[in-house]
């Protein structure tokens, strides 16, 4: 057993490998001996007491593990510990009995190497990157179960014992064997078992030895130098195996001859303490030995950033000059960057400098450009880009940063660019030029507080606390803002490269912007109310004059379409539709938006949805359905609004979820999925519900919405008894059936009430009431109206002629919105009546087509497309050639719409009757929609 | 199945008509009506009878149970032959029959049920009962039986293929033959009859005057517009074939033109088998040709002939109209 001890500690000394692995392999050395040992003694044992069985099923496992740990098999491995632990429970009995409870070291150092590599994987972050996604998972599972496994009481003790000295896990098996002979002995009669016992140790000894050797090798070529390192173990071995031996021969002898002899025995046994005793000495020395390595190593590694001393000496004995100190900063921040340099070290030293060099007196330009330094170190303190910063360590940047604007401010002759170059700084007189740029700091300092903001709970007290700060970001932002224009280029100004220019000034702006134009602004309202004085400047203003600058100066697209996408969402926050409208229009965003890059296509979506919100409030229904049509029918609305992910998606790697988490949106700046489902849903209800009502017996009808539908659908099957509606959906639903009855109080009811409110209604204008209120008279208004028009649609079989005066009466409409309605639905052809003036009634043609007929005309649109499709068919078969390409003529069908895209009853018409002079009284007023017949291809 | 050696007659025109006792027929219509109240699938059962020169007489019947798990039907079938036969009815089974409201019955299975048929029984044929016309007052009794053509297509079970059709030369109007349908009865039940219409007088039958066109028309139509559906996806795949016909013609002629090329220089030929073009999944069934055609010449004769009686009837009750009196409207 030393051998291997030895030569592994070696081997530590030789490669700097840490004696971890060299503890891992161990057991499996064990497990692989016993394996080894069945095959010897294959001849001489026949029985194999339970104890062995289980073992060697345990030992099985434990090998099993090591091997996967090698590979790094978190997946096998997960299954392995289980098989484990249920093997373990199964041979909890034999342990009992044989080893009254003890638990096999082997297991227990098992456990405890497998929670040192699962906390060693959990901790490697860049490892476990990598890992997929099952993999990850697994791992997961695995370190909290082996965590739980290992805290239960016996086991936490059993593993705090091999922690206790985890090298010397044999002897613990050793000393049971010696119990074991022990036990044997004291048994006169000579149980098998006993005898099997010591007659397996023996053997495992020299088997073990050569495993060990084996594995020895194994480890060695892990490490770097296989060569040597493997010939000098190799010589080792040799020689410990021959001080080895005669304890060896013991064995055997004992074994074969002496079975009896209890002095003997005990002697050996002795011998055999006091060799492990040598043995733990050694290795202890060995450790030692080892941690001072470690040590040294430590301190090299500590060593490579010496510059503190340094800097404490140049304080002390040297006239400080500006030079010096340029070149002391030259030095310190050389060090950024590198590998191996203490970041918080830096900032100190950077701290220190700025301190020195504000005693000194040095020029504001020196102290500029230092305090650049500073800033740009604790935003380096933060290596991984995606966590966040701490709290406290942004407020300290943001007084830095804060501190530097303040002086550039007051300094009007320290001039910062990102332009001027290293050489060209002039630090000694004014006008003094440093390199860096204020403004990449701010926008810096910004993207810091938004990943502060989104890594603390969204309802939690912390993310009030933090959102406070924003007043202190925004303020930080004007003042950079003030700096660039107290720094444009004048007409008489000689050096324009370092003016701010334009995209700086662009930049700016869009920051500025970024922090209003999501935030309502009351007196906008109040204004257009006349509350307060036209005059009085709001948000509006100002985003629209950064926006209007950012228009005409902007010479990157990025900018622009940024600009104008937080110009349109302001218009639609504040209500102003037209306004939203006609920019986006004029904009044509929609045409290439597919080209911009994710976050701009995230605010283009923020955009559409807050311009639907808007077209909802200002009852434009129609145009409220298009904008979320395309975000509601996509199952994925809050990722496309950067709002979270919907579910776990398994698709993904762990980079773009990352990727995905950074571009989320901060809590505070959301927009209700909840409210915008519901209004898409209801905009939807009120241009579906009268279109299915007149398209009722329509073969092809087309779908507006297909969210609606779907919910419709799924209401009538998920349930077969329809309670009071609960959800926003059902509430929606209903509301619909409601209306497709022609009962708009009950629709009303539905989409107007308690509930409803509480979840969206109120929500609209941040809570106010008044204004809320409005909404909802215009929803009310809508639904009388859409509902007259379902229930004129539904039931106008039924009537001769209705009365204009009962209507109004009917649905709470005044005698003349009733006659608008009715007057442009018989514009549009939708429904065949007339009014007639003097009795006030609608009086209603009879040319529906009753149920037969339109099924006949559906029948007949179909046998026309199927005779058309047959006629193509056989022109297919019989002229193959001529089938392309083959425009005019008399028999073309290039110039005929591939189908008779007759969606109405109509349309189908068209098809059917050909040269038949017209389809029909019932036919002539839908004519609008299908194909004009004479338009299409003359037929043979 | 009770299966006999026939002398060789196997030509169609053997059998020229169906006698169907009333009794038997009574008990399909019960049958057929109790059945009715599930829908699901229609109403079967096995005819009973014999053959006489060249008619078949169908003097029982007995209904299939509903598939009831454990219940092998094959087996049902003959213990309720062999138990029939004691009781002095005949035992040969001659055919089947199948309940159909509307026209729906020409299926595949129904095909296939009959080609098994007529293997095993040269005669046997098919009587297809449609409860909901028999409901308007026009009793509704078909029997079909496959051509010899019919007979061939459906013998291999798998799909038919354009080929096999056209070598048949079969399509839906010759698919199956129809026979005359003859009901009699025998002497003593017109004695009963003719007695029971001294005890019961006949009542007047007016279910045959039903005016209501609207929902018949309307099912047909809708019926039939399926098949028109059906008959689409199958024009699909038509269209898809041919286009593929001609991908593939296309490549083989420009493989040609290399193939000469190439032998021109002297080098040799392309293989010429690496089409890589998978054949196009044909519709589930590919029947539509023969089958949803044939159901669909069914519809259309089924509406013609109704129409024309609706019109009959249309007529009829004009013209009373205006032979009525008449009376001031609001009375």
Redesign the interface.
């Known amino acids: 057993m030393s051998r291997f001890f030895d030569a592994g500690s070696d081997s530590d000394s030789e490669s700097t490998q840490s004696d971890e692995p060299e503890r891992f392999q161990q057991p499996k050395l064990t497990a692989a001996a016993f394996a080894f040992s069945d095959d010897e003694e294959e001849t001489k044992r026949v029985v194999r007491s339970a104890k062995e069985k289980r073992y060697e099923e345990l030992k099985t496992y434990v090998r099993n593990i090591k091997n996967f740990r090698k590979n790094r098999d978190i997946g096998s491995l997960l299954t392995n510990f289980e098989d484990l632990w249920k093997a373990f429970t199964k041979a909890q009995t034999v342990i009992q009995k044989e080893e009254s409870g003890q638990v096999p070291r082997f297991y227990v150092r098992c456990m405890a190497e497998g929670e040192d590599f699962i906390n060693s994987v959990w901790e490697d972050r860049n490892a476990r990157k990598n890992l997929s996604k099952v993999q990850s998972k697994s791992l997961a599972t695995l370190r909290q179960k082996l965590r739980k496994y290992n805290r239960e009481e016996k086991m936490a003790a059993e593993i705090a014992k091999f922690r206790e000295n985890p090298d010397l896990p044999d002897s613990d098996e050793e000393e049971k064997r010696a119990e074991d002979s022990d036990a044997s002995d004291s048994d006169d009669d000579g149980a098998s078992d006993a005898e099997v016992a010591p007659s397996t140790g023996t053997s495992k000894e020299p088997s073990r030895s050569r495993e060990m050797s084996k594995a020895k090798d194994e480890s060695d070529s892990d490490s770097d130098d296989i060569d040597w390192g493997s010939d000098s173990d190799e010589s080792d071995y040799s020689d410990d195996d021959q001080d080895q031996y005669p304890s060896m021969r013991d064995y055997f002898l004992k074994k074969s001859t002496d079975k009896d002899d209890e002095a003997r025995k005990r002697q050996k046994k002795e011998e055999r303490e006091r060799q492990r005793a040598e043995e733990r000495e050694r290795r202890r020395q060995q450790e030692e030995d080892d941690e001072d390595e470690d040590g040294d190593w430590e301190k090299v590694k500590k060593g490579a950033p010496t510059a503190k001393e340094k800097l404490k000496m140049f304080a002390k004995d040297d006239e400080v000059t500006l030079n010096l100190v340029n070149k002391k900063y030259a030095e310190i921040s050389a060090a950024r960057g590198k590998k191996g340099n203490d970041r918080r070290e830096m900032i100190e030293l950077l701290h220190e400098l700025l301190t020195i060099a504000e005693q000194h007196n040095m020029t504001p330009g020196m102290i500029v450009k230092i305090k650049f330094g500073l800033t740009a170190a604790i935003f380096d303190y933060n290596l991984a880009i995606r966590y966040a910063m701490k709290p406290d360590l942004w407020e300290k940047v943001n007084q830095r940063v804060e501190d530097l604007l303040d002086q550039l401010l007051t300094t009007p002759d320290v001039i910062v660019g990102e332009n001027i170059l290293e050489e060209n700084e002039s630090l000694e007189e004014p006008p003094y030029r440093v390199r860096g740029c204020i403004l990449s700091v701010v926008e810096r300092l910004d993207d810091e507080f938004v990943k502060i903001l989104k890594n603390c709970d969204a309802h939690s007290n912390e993310y009030f606390e933090r959102l406070r700060d924003e007043h202190r970001m925004v303020r930080l932002i004007d003042k950079a803002v003030q700096l660039l224009e107290s720094r444009l280029p004048k007409a008489d100004d000689a050096v324009v490269e370092l003016c701010t220019t334009p995209h700086e000034m662009c930049r700016g702006y869009l920051k500025q912007v970024e922090h209003i134009y999501y935030k309502v602004d009351k007196r906008i309202f109040q204004q257009a109310e006349g509350e307060v004085p036209a005059d009085e400047p709001t948000s509006e203003q100002e985003v629209d004059r950064r926006c209007k600058y950012i228009y005409s100066n902007d010479s990157t697209a990025v900018l622009r379409t940024r600009a104008i996408l937080y110009h349109i969402y302001h218009h639609a926050l504040h209500d102003h539709w037209y306004e939203a409208r006609d920019l986006m229009l004029m904009s044509h965003l929609q045409t290439n938006i597919q080209n911009a890059d994710p976050v701009t296509k995230i605010h283009y979506n923020r955009m559409m949805v807050q311009l639907g919100l808007c077209a909802f409030r200002n009852s434009q229904i129609r145009e409220a359905h298009n904008a979320l049509l395309d975000i509601q029918s996509s199952p994925r609305v809050k990722e496309l609004l950067a709002q979270g992910s919907s579910q776990r998606r398994d698709d993904l790697t762990q980079e773009q979820e990352e990727l995905n988490k950074l571009r989320e949106m901060p809590y505070h700046m959301h927009i209700n999925l909840e409210l915008l489902e519901c209004v898409y849903l209801v905009s939807a209800m009120l241009i579906e519900v009268p279109y299915m009502a007149a398209h009722e017996f329509d073969a092809r009808r087309r779908l507006i919405s297909k969210s609606f539908h779907y919910q419709l659908r799924n209401s009538a099957l998920k349930y077969d008894l329809l309670g009071p509606p609960e959800l926003m959906r059902e509430h929606v639903v209903a509301a619909s059936k409601a209306m497709r009855r022609g009962d708009w109080r009950a629709c009303r009811d539905f989409v107007i009430d308690k509930t409803m409110n509480a979840k969206v209604w109120d929500r609209f204008y941040n809570g106010d009431q008044p204004r809320a209120d409005k909404v909802r008279a215009m929803l009310t208004r809508k639904i009388q109206e859409e509902t007259l028009r379902t229930y004129l649609f539904t039931y106008s079989n039924v009537y001769d002629s209705v009365s204009m005066v009962t209507m109004s009466e009917l649905f709470e409409l005044s005698v003349g919105d009733v006659h608008s309605i009715v007057s442009k639905m018989i514009i549009n052809a939708e429904l065949m009546a007339s009014l007639d003036e003097p009795s006030q009634t609608v009086v209603m043609h009879r040319t529906e087509p009753s149920r037969l007929q339109s099924m006949a005309l559906q029948l007949a649109d179909k046998l026309a497309n199927f005779v058309e499709n047959n006629e193509r068919l056989l022109e297919m078969k019989q002229g193959r050639d001529m089938y392309y390409g083959r425009g005019g003529g008399g028999r073309g069908f290039g110039d005929r719409p591939p189908f008779p895209r007759g969606d109405r009853v109509g349309g189908g018409q068209g098809g059917y009757g050909r040269g038949g002079g017209g389809g029909g009284a019932w036919g002539n007023r839908r004519d609008n929609r299908g194909p004009p017949r004479d338009q299409r291809g003359p037929r043979r | 199945m009770a299966s006999r050696s026939r002398k060789g007659g196997d030509n169609d025109s053997h059998i020229t008509h169906v006698q169907i006792d009333g009794l038997a027929m009574m008990k399909i219509i019960k049958h057929c009506h109790q059945d009715a109240s599930t829908p699901a699938d229609d109403a079967q059962g096995v005819l009973l009878g014999l053959i006489m020169e060249n008619k078949l007489e169908v003097t029982n019947c007995f209904p299939f149970p509903r598939s009831i798990d454990g219940v092998d039907d094959d087996r049902y079938q003959l213990d309720m032959m062999r138990l029939l036969r004691p009781v002095n009815v005949d035992y040969l089974s001659v055919g089947w029959y199948q309940s159909a409201s509307s026209g729906n019955y020409i299926s595949r299975q129904l095909l296939e049920s009959q080609q098994q048929y007529q293997e095993s029984i040269e005669e046997s044929f098919v009587i297809i009962y449609d409860p909901v016309k028999t409901a308007a007052g026009a009793l509704s009794l078909k029997a079909y039986r496959l051509t010899k053509q019919a007979m061939e297509l459906v013998k291999d079970k798998g799909y038919f293929n354009f080929d096999m059709l056209r070598n048949l030369k079969v399509g839906h109007e010759n698919m199956f033959q129809e026979l005359k349908v003859v009901i009699r009865n025998s002497h003593l039940v017109n004695a009963l009859l003719s007695e029971l219409s001294e005890v019961f007088p006949e009542t007047l039958n007016l279910e045959a005057m039903d005016l209501g066109t609207?929902p018949v028309?309307?099912r047909h139509?809708?019926s039939?517009?399926d098949c028109?559906?059906e008959?689409?996806q199958f024009?699909q795949f038509?269209?898809q074939t041919?286009?593929q016909q001609?991908e593939k013609?296309r490549y083989q002629q420009r493989r040609n033109v290399e193939n000469a090329a190439r032998k021109a220089r002297g080098e040799p030929p392309l293989p010429d088998e690496d089409f890589n073009f998978k054949p196009i999944q044909p519709p589930r069934d590919l029947e539509p040709g023969v089958i949803v055609g044939g159901q669909m010449a069914i519809y259309c004769q089924q509406i013609n002939n109704f129409c024309s009686q609706a019109l009959a009837k249309l007529f009829l009750v004009d013209s009373l109209h205006q032979n009525a009196p008449q009376r001031p409207l609001g009375q």
């Open positions: 609207a028309l309307q139509l809708r039939i517009m028109t559906d008959m689409s024009h038509q269209k041919v286009k001609l013609t």
